[in-house]
């Protein structure tokens, strides 16, 4: 997200006269970056009211003003205009619609948590358009290049790019879409940048299944397995987050390279970038920061883009160009290279991105549950926030692993058998089964279940697991435990016992 529209602020305002009283200059109706500002807006909107944006108005503000507030004090000085500032907040609004600071709740509206970091991020995108020029154009994206910079120097622990997963889809979420799909057609066809929109697009969206055929996959914060086959697909290829990239960043058309063929290499040179170093990545928030800076690898080369395919260049379009281009053979071979190195990388990183402990585990032993130890099972609402395919049954799957987990790992502690219990538990739990004196496995019955998530506060990125709660008998007596469950594609996996008694 940037400054999408036919010229920018700084050029705008040095083709103004120069005077010496101040003069002003209202925005105009007309200009393409008020069209894009009104799509952030409303998705901004939308985000608040029914997406659920870990996102604060004041966080929002903050990012706006810092960005307006630095352009016009780079400009007013030298030119005596003041102009609206719209490529400025244009970069503040994007930065603010893809930032987010760990901690942030949704609802609290006012909070200026991490407001340094808006404004930081806000400040070195404004300035990026100054200090990091060829010719008359920036040489990066503003909102984008400031973003990588964010998060590859803060992590993830100060620094979070929004999920590439917005929820449930909802009336909020398929407004969202339209809002998103229509202005962003409309937009960049009207600047005859669709064209880069949709190669970007096509070639991505290849090397995402690419990679899903691959075995490729992903953990993230939002799915309590790992994210992959058709889910990855469409995780990358069809997010919100994503689409917001390609209508509205990589077609800002003052760091675009321009011409029909050179916009059409730019495009899938970005598309190829960022699969390439997506399939690198097994984590979401790595994901996410690939893709983005994908788009700065190729904002950097976009001066030879232009050199090897010029907008002045005679050939009709890029067909002609590739045909009689000198530069087919390095274009045939690059292409060929990032999609083997995105197939060869993802099939070696298609191991199971959450595992069983090391070392391997015996198969859990067949223990079948008695009419008295099938709970009835209830869902927090806590598991609408999550994705994948998390239902009633899928719940009731894995409360009876967990419990049959509970009785193996009974029948482990008194028989003293710690590859009995490796079968059923990892980290601490496990830890607890290893150190026990062994003793005569209790009698325990089960009646009711209530599924939970619980999180990692220490790794604001850390897979979810799930808190099952079980009220039930042991040896006769009322009794109450949480386990921490790791569940996965297998039997479920108690990690944590909590509150036992």
Do not use: N
């Given at each position: 997200m940037a400054a999408t529209g036919v010229v920018d602020d700084a050029s705008a305002i040095d083709a103004a006269p120069r005077a010496g009283r101040l003069t002003f200059r209202p925005p105009r109706l007309s200009d393409p970056r008020l069209h894009v500002a009104s799509v952030v807006i409303s998705v901004q909107v939308l985000g608040q009211v029914s997406l659920g944006f870990d996102l604060s108005i004041a966080q929002i503000l903050v990012s706006l003003v810092t960005a307006a507030a630095i352009e016009l004090a780079l400009t007013v000085p030298r030119t005596r205009v003041v102009a609206w500032p719209a490529s400025a907040m244009l970069t503040g609004n994007g930065i603010a619609l893809i930032l987010r600071v760990p901690g942030t709740e949704h609802g609290d509206w006012w909070s200026l948590r991490g407001w340094y970091v808006f404004a930081a991020t806000a400040a070195l995108g404004v300035l990026s358009k100054y200090v990091m020029r060829v010719g008359d154009r920036p040489l990066f994206n503003p909102s984008n290049v400031a973003l990588v910079v964010t998060f590859l120097v803060l992590g993830s622990g100060l620094a979070d790019p929004q999920d590439l997963w917005w929820g449930p889809m909802s009336v909020g979420l398929a407004l969202t879409y339209a809002v998103v799909v229509v202005g962003g057609l409309v937009i960049t066809r009207r600047l005859d940048l669709l064209?880069?929109?949709?190669?970007?697009?096509?070639?991505?969206?290849?090397?995402?299944?690419?990679?899903?055929?691959?075995?490729?996959?992903?953990t993230a914060r939002w799915s309590l397995g790992p994210v992959s086959g058709l889910d990855y697909w469409t995780t990358l290829a069809l997010s919100p987050e994503v689409l917001i990239f390609l209508f509205f960043m990589i077609t800002d058309p003052r760091t675009a390279a321009r011409g029909r063929t050179g916009g059409l290499l730019y495009a899938v040179g970005v598309a190829a970038a960022s699969g390439a170093l997506v399939?690198?990545?097994?984590?979401?928030?790595?994901?996410?920061?690939?893709?983005?800076?994908?788009?700065?690898?190729?904002?950097?080369?976009?001066?030879?883009?232009?050199?090897?395919?010029?907008?002045?260049?005679p050939t009709s379009g890029p067909v002609d160009w590739l045909t009689r281009s000198r530069w087919r053979p390095a274009v045939l071979a690059a292409t060929g290279l990032v999609v083997v190195a995105v197939v060869a990388v993802g099939g070696a990183l298609a191991e199971p991105v959450v595992v069983r402990p090391e070392g391997g585990a015996p198969e859990r032993p067949p223990v079948e549950l008695r009419a008295d130890q099938v709970p009835t099972v209830e869902v927090a609402a806590a598991l609408e926030e999550i994705g994948g395919s998390f239902d009633r049954d899928v719940a009731e799957r894995i409360v009876a692993?967990?419990?049959?987990?509970?009785?193996?790992?009974?029948?482990?502690?008194?028989?003293?058998?710690?590859?009995?219990?490796?079968?059923?538990?990892s980290g601490p739990f496990l830890d607890d089964l290893v150190g026990r004196e062994p003793v005569a496995a209790p009698v325990r019955t089960f009646e009711r279940a209530v599924v939970d998530v619980v999180r990692d506060p220490e790794d604001f990125q850390a897979q979810p697991r799930l808190a099952i709660t079980v009220d039930g008998t042991r040896d006769g007596e009322a009794w109450s435990a949480t386990y921490h469950v790791l569940a996965t594609t297998g039997d479920a996996v108690v990690e944590r016992e909590v509150g036992a008694g």
């Open positions: 064209r880069v929109s949709i190669g970007f697009w096509v070639t991505f969206a290849a090397l995402m299944a690419l990679l899903a055929a691959a075995g490729h996959e992903m399939a690198l990545q097994t984590t979401e928030y790595a994901t996410k920061v690939a893709l983005l800076t994908g788009l700065v690898v190729v904002c950097g080369l976009r001066p030879l883009i232009e050199r090897w395919a010029p907008a002045t260049d692993d967990t419990l049959v987990d509970v009785l193996v790992a009974d029948r482990a502690v008194a028989a003293d058998d710690d590859g009995l219990a490796a079968a059923v538990a």
